[in-house]
């Protein structure tokens, strides 16, 4: 899982939304668009990690269950099983 799967969509957000990156290439602009997404969630006081919401390693499989992917996968922009989500919530703690 990088970002790498979709830096030019990234990268699009990044200098549609955010309107950073202008002036660097797609990963640069994609990277400036996470921190900007990031620092946005922030000034409204939103958590951007699981540490902010009380969330432990503990909790990671009970939080897994909650998707109810039974073996099935998830998403349309890159599919995603069970072990891809269990591993999108270790890099948020």
């Known amino acids: 899982m990088s970002i790498k799967n979709g830096v030019a969509?990234?990268?699009?957000?990044?200098?549609?939304?955010f309107n950073v990156g202008m002036s660097v290439d797609d990963e640069s602009a994609a990277l400036e668009g996470?921190?900007?997404?990031?620092?946005?969630?922030?000034?409204?006081?939103?958590?951007?990690?699981?540490?902010e919401l009380g969330a432990k390693e503990e909790d990671i499989p009970k939080l897994v269950k909650t998707m109810n992917l039974s073996g099935n996968t998830l998403g349309s922009f890159q599919e995603l099983d069970e072990s891809d989500v269990e591993a999108i919530y270790r890099l948020c703690l």
Not at 35 to 50: C, H, Q, R, Y
């Open 34 to 51: 996470i921190e900007a997404f990031k620092s946005w969630l922030k000034s409204m006081g939103l958590p951007v990690n699981f540490a």
């Open 9 to 17: 969509r990234f990268a699009r957000f990044a200098r549609n939304v």
